[in-house]
């Protein structure tokens, strides 16, 4: 072959890889690929959540009203005027609704899954039955529990005076000493299902087994249940407990609807408190700072739940 | 060489990013497209002009009230023959209203009438939606105190649609009981508790007087704060704080104390428990009369019902009540011209405003509704005219766009008072002061 033949045939196969490139569609790798496909998803996302969630934030610095237009930027002195306000009152009631309405569930939840857990007759309908609080909108169940509590016209100071146990009607919700407990009351009622299914579903995968030979070797049913039972339970009762306590955190339907976070104040979590801020008092800039502050209260939480996830993979 | 699994399906990824593609830009132009035309030069003009009509949104929470929402849905009814269009109703309730009213509209969520209370106009106008509906006026007989009633700052930013006022409602068979007849109600504050002093000794649970002891309506104090002595507001200063405030409060405590008024009521609870006979007095509009008989095992509670004036500090005092009034106001928007022209229907003719006073017993705003025989000859009507809205006067604060907060901080203040969490003077000084704050 001469040197022009050699340069003729290097030229026609250029001009063909050349003509090829110009007809075959560049392939796109998996990763870029995945790439675009996630894209409408991400920009979801970011539009719903993400745009939201910082233009929120960003009010806290900005002193802005809901119905005026404008907003001046003020720095740091509305999270300043939150931290030096309301923000440990409000911390300290967060604190006992969501301890209250986690651990409350919790005990009642856990010591219905054992019964259950039983071979007790017509435990499948009870477990059925015991749902239906969990499956009833949270509205709903408010208004329930407002009747129920009703200074006026209520069943419980009915019940009560019926039975000789109070003299005259109670302001269940109208007094600060008892209305965190009657909120507490509705909010555990209508989430102990869930403590309980989840926990029945924990007691379950206890292996029978251990059991039997536990009591062959004479352990009563106490000493089987704190050396057989909770350590099997521990996964599923630091998760239940937890994520529990994160939702109970930032609940707000019924403290809304049964009380408003009153009287005067004193069932007003973060929640109903930046709901008030914002949409009764008009105040943006300030409901921005407390919700900060919350998040960042709230982002501690989820940063223990994700370790806690973590440590049960790695077990 | 290994194959994508996606790569071997009948739709190439470049066919699939193709569809794609033309999916979001479809989903982009539909976006982009130029909505419906809104009303131009105002709804004002395009009914007066007699623009093509187009279906709408009427937001009111009558149609949350069992007793209400009949009269509202026959209106709604009678226009939509009338205008051959369809209003879709929107409803809050009266506690909620003005804060989801406020949402919508700043979201652009709403737009077409609102019905919406009188004091709420400073706040909503404030929002720069609501139209100027003073060419709306002109021949239909409004009286100029209902449309005075309408305004803020000037502008008609509502057509009035009933304008009355708030006073003490009774049921004159249990006043009886204690000697008190409806004619001969106590005119002072001191005879007013005594006679709920005997009430209370009927016995039987009765709440002697169903007033408001929750945060939502407890701006009902604000009357007897005036009743006390205090203007409230002087200028642009707030008073709250006085002596005649902080006395008001310590007074309305001791009744709590005393259970001659009870905890945990609002305007609905009072009328539950007043319809019930649970409670001889309560503070209504003539509004209450519809639900409390409605809503009565008693079915001759309606001419037991007395409106009686507010018993006063000194004998000689005029007595005091809160000027209330509904309005129906206009937002800025799709199918607002049409709005406008309803709203005209539904607070000026006469065939409409008639037969929803038989239902709500609503004073209405034209001369022509008043004279009628239907209103004249209404004897509580009549009474609750006489005895209440003729010495009515507006709460001082509705001149504030920040009316709602003002009340809100009062009320709170008010409430943690009447639950012992702090004391009459300390809570009105810092209900002052917190309430000047939002004036500026």
């Not at chain 1, 003020?74 to 609704?97: A, I």
């Not at chain 1, 609807?257 to 109903?272: D, M, N, S, Y």
């Not at chain 2, 009338?82 to 989801?100: G, L």
Request: charged share 15%.
């Amino acid at each position: 072959m001469t040197h022009r033949d050699v340069a003729m045939s290097s030229s026609q196969t250029h001009t063909l890889e050349h003509r090829k490139s110009q007809t075959t569609p560049r392939r796109l790798s998996d990763g870029q690929f995945a790439v675009l496909l996630l894209l409408p998803g991400v920009a979801l996302l970011a539009g719903v959540v993400l745009y939201p969630l910082i233009a929120a934030l960003v009010t806290a610095f900005f002193e802005q009203s809901l119905v005026l237009p404008g907003r001046t930027f003020v720095g740091l002195q509305n999270v300043v005027e939150v931290l030096q306000g309301d923000f440990l009152r409000l911390l300290r009631q967060t604190m006992v609704f969501t301890l209250g309405t986690t651990i409350l569930p919790f005990v009642i939840g856990f010591a219905l899954a054992l019964a259950l857990n039983t071979r007790i007759r017509g435990a499948k309908v009870l477990r059925g039955l015991m749902l239906i609080p969990w499956l009833v909108p949270g509205v709903v169940v408010s208004f329930l529990w407002m009747w129920i509590f009703n200074a006026n016209y209520g069943v419980m100071n009915a019940l009560l005076q019926g039975l000789g146990l109070v003299d005259d009607p109670q302001a269940w919700l109208a007094q600060p000493g008892t209305a965190m407990g009657a909120v507490i009351l509705a909010k555990t009622w209508q989430s102990f299902p869930w403590m309980m299914v989840m926990l029945l579903a924990g007691l379950q995968t206890v292996p029978v087994e251990l059991h039997e030979a536990a009591e062959m070797d004479g352990a009563g049913t106490v000493r089987r249940f704190f050396s057989i039972t909770l350590p099997h339970l521990k996964g599923i009762v630091g998760l239940v407990v937890l994520l529990e306590f994160i939702w109970n955190f930032q609940h707000f339907d019924i403290i809304y609807v049964l009380t408003g976070g009153g009287p005067a104040g004193a069932t007003q979590t973060f929640a109903t408190a930046v709901y008030e801020t914002a949409f009764q008092g008009y105040d943006l800039g300030k409901a921005g700072a407390l919700g900060l502050l919350w998040m960042v209260l709230l982002m501690a939480l989820v940063v223990v739940y994700v370790r806690f996830s973590e440590k049960g993979e790695e077990r | 060489m290994s194959t994508n699994p996606l790569m071997q399906s009948a739709v190439s990824r470049r066919r699939m990013l193709q569809l794609l593609g033309i999916g979001a830009g479809t989903a982009a132009l539909a976006a982009c497209a130029p909505s419906a035309p809104a009303a131009s030069g105002g709804a004002a003009s395009a009914a007066a002009t007699g623009g093509a009509r187009t279906d709408f949104a009427f937001s009111s929470w009558s149609f949350t009230e069992e007793a209400a929402a009949p009269a509202l849905e026959a209106i709604v009814k009678a226009y939509e023959d009338h205008a051959d269009v369809t209003v879709n109703d929107v409803s809050f309730p009266y506690n909620e209203y003005i804060n989801q009213l406020t949402l919508q509209v700043k979201g652009g969520q709403f737009t077409g009438a609102a019905h919406v209370d009188v004091a709420w106009l400073g706040s909503l106008a404030a929002m720069g939606k609501l139209q100027d509906l003073s060419a709306l006026t002109e021949g239909r007989g409004y009286t100029d105190a209902a449309l005075a009633a309408a305004q803020f700052d000037g502008v008609q930013y509502g057509l009035p649609w009933t304008i009355g006022a708030i006073g003490l409602v009774t049921n004159s068979a249990l006043l009886e009981k204690v000697g008190v007849s409806g004619d001969a109600f106590p005119t002072t504050i001191d005879e007013f508790e005594k006679t709920l002093k005997d009430l209370k000794g009927l016995g039987g649970g009765l709440i002697p007087y169903a007033a408001s002891t929750k945060a939502a309506q407890l701006k009902d104090i604000l009357i007897w704060m005036e009743t006390f002595g205090s203007p409230l507001v002087d200028g642009d200063t707030v008073t709250i704080g006085d002596d005649a405030s902080v006395e008001a409060v310590t007074w309305y405590k001791s009744l709590y104390d005393q259970k001659l008024i009870a905890a945990d009521v609002d305007r609905f609870d009072a009328r539950s428990l007043f319809a019930q006979g649970r409670a001889a007095i309560y503070d209504d509009a003539p509004v209450g009369r519809g639900a409390v008989t409605e809503e009565s095992p008693d079915k001759d509670l309606g001419s037991k019902l007395v409106p009686v004036s507010r018993p006063v500090l000194k004998a000689g005092d005029t007595p005091r009540a809160l000027v209330w009034g509904g309005a129906i106001a206009v937002v800025d928007g799709e199918g607002a011209a049409t709005a406008a022209d309803f709203a005209q229907f539904a607070t000026s003719d006469l065939d409409t405003v008639l037969a929803d006073y038989e239902v709500r017993g609503l004073p209405p705003v034209t001369t022509e509704a008043q004279q009628s025989e239907v209103v004249s000859s209404d004897v509580f009507g009549s009474l609750f005219n006489e005895r209440i809205t003729a010495t009515s006067s507006s709460n001082p604060f509705w001149a504030f766009t920040a009316y709602s907060q003002i009340e809100t901080e009062i009320a709170e203040q008010v409430q943690a008072v009447l639950v012992g969490k702090t004391d009459p003077k300390t809570a009105m000084q810092q209900a002052g002061e917190a309430a000047q704050k939002l004036i500026g």
